[in-house]
């Protein structure tokens, strides 16, 4: 057996792993592809004639780019497992990709997620069914009771919303394809998974996923444009209003002497838990990546600062500064919003960076073939997008990691049909 076998064997167990992350399944594929990194890249620097795809050489440019962040901001952070869970997990959500374009494979691709499809309706199925039981069927009859919420195999109930979207947009791609009423009654399942999660970012995700998908269908690409400069301007209005809120009441707080109970209940008067939440990104952590941003517009005030606080700046004000609070945290008390995020720790360079390559993944979904799990891909392509306005879902692995792994797996396949359509035209010639 040797390296691009493991490497899909690891796919396909990283793949159906994704059903969970209260086990550490699905990261499998990160762990292979960092470790077989150094010497394939050797192996390959020795064959000039080796194509690079566009979104890989943004993806590279990405990650060095984050490396440098790190060493100059906390570079123990590296050593610490924390790390790789929270403020780091881009690195586990994204490292396949590091490895994988560089090799072929042939496999029955449309079989494989058929049943990875019905295999995690089983397992969500399995977990709702407990929950039911755990619950005595309170998860269907009070839906305003948080802790019956439907969260499967999975710490939180985001994390299992965005997952399940996912496989709802699998689910539907496969249901327009053949019409069989077995995928029908599926999608219904599937909806009654995503409802119970209550995650309303997962929801909308998953509508504006398939809308923006029929819209590039068309060739209304203008309408995706003039919908995501829509929710720009909306998030900036709402933060034009909290944040002076939240640098008069949040900023130099600390977590330690009650968090958002010193400001909510003072402000806000008594909410309930689902617009608590709410006021909790727009007042407190979407301001707390703003702030960093103000502070250091160009390269970010440091990987992992988001998380640091009370800020404690350092530098050119207003123009190159680093968060200099010793208190290192790794925790999922991030901006609720990929792009803040982004923004905030790693500035309009880092921002640019991965934007870059997020827009040439598009942009290779787009020259493939009109195929199921292509579609698929571009629906979870967008649902990521839009769900990322309102939870760091972009580098979250209960989200990115189903994309990234059926991406690879896509593009394998794509990979050895290439590579025998070339040699069938050499053959000819």
Not at 12 to 18: A, D, H, I, N
Not at 138 to 155: C, M, V
Not at 156 to 164: E, L, Q, V
Not at 273 to 297: C, G, M, Q, Y
Request: net charge positive.
């Amino acid at each position: 057996m040797n390296v691009r076998h493991i490497l899909y064997l690891s796919l396909l167990v990283g793949l159906f792993g994704t059903v969970t992350n209260l086990i550490f399944i699905s990261p499998l594929p990160s762990l292979l592809c960092v470790g077989f990194l150094p010497l394939v890249l050797y192996l390959l620097g020795r064959n000039r004639t080796v194509v690079v795809p566009k979104y890989l050489l943004w993806l590279y440019a990405y990650f060095i780019y984050s490396l440098l962040g790190i060493l100059i901001y906390h570079p123990a952070s590296l050593a610490n497992f924390g790390f790789y869970r929270y403020d780091g997990n881009f690195i586990i959500s994204y490292a396949p990709l590091l490895l994988i374009p560089f090799f072929t494979f042939n496999y029955d691709m449309d079989r494989l997620f058929r049943r990875f499809l019905i295999f995690a309706t089983v397992v969500n199925g399995l977990a709702f069914g407990l929950n039911l039981v755990m619950t005595r069927f309170t998860a269907i009859l009070d839906w305003s009771n948080p802790e019956t919420y439907f969260h499967g195999f999975f710490k939180s109930t985001n994390g299992a919303g965005g997952f399940i979207s996912i496989m709802l947009s699998l689910n539907i791609i496969y249901y327009l394809k053949d019409r069989r009423r077995f995928w029908l009654y599926l999608i219904a399942v599937n909806a009654l998974f995503l409802v119970s999660t209550s995650s309303r970012g997962s929801m909308l995700g998953l509508v504006a996923g398939f809308a923006f998908y029929y819209f590039d269908r068309i060739g209304k690409t203008y309408l995706i444009k003039l919908s995501l400069l829509g929710i720009v301007l909306v998030q900036c209005g709402i933060l034009y209003f909290t944040y002076p809120i939240y640098k008069t009441y949040v900023r130099n707080v600390d977590p330690g002497e009650g968090g958002s109970a010193t400001y909510i209940s003072p402000l806000f008067g008594q909410v309930t838990t689902k617009s608590a939440n709410l006021l909790i990104r727009v007042v407190e952590t979407w301001p707390r990546a703003v702030d960093n941003f103000i502070h250091s517009p160009l390269f970010g005030a440091g990987f992992g600062a988001v998380n640091d606080v009370p800020f404690r700046y350092a530098g050119l004000p207003y123009f190159v500064s680093i968060n200099v609070q010793r208190n290192k945290v790794f925790s999922d008390a991030h901006a609720h919003h990929s792009y803040l995020h982004l923004l905030g720790e790693q500035g309009l360079v880092g921002l640019s960076i991965f934007l870059m390559f997020w827009y040439s993944v598009y942009r290779y979904l787009k020259k493939g073939p009109d195929e199921p799990v292509r579609n698929f891909l571009l629906v979870s392509f967008f649902n990521l997008s839009i769900m990322s306005f309102t939870e760091h879902r972009i580098t979250s692995p209960s989200n990115a990691l189903p994309f990234v792994v059926a991406f690879c797996l896509y593009v394998l396949k794509r990979n050895y049909l290439n590579k025998r359509a070339r040699r069938l035209e050499t053959t000819v010639a």
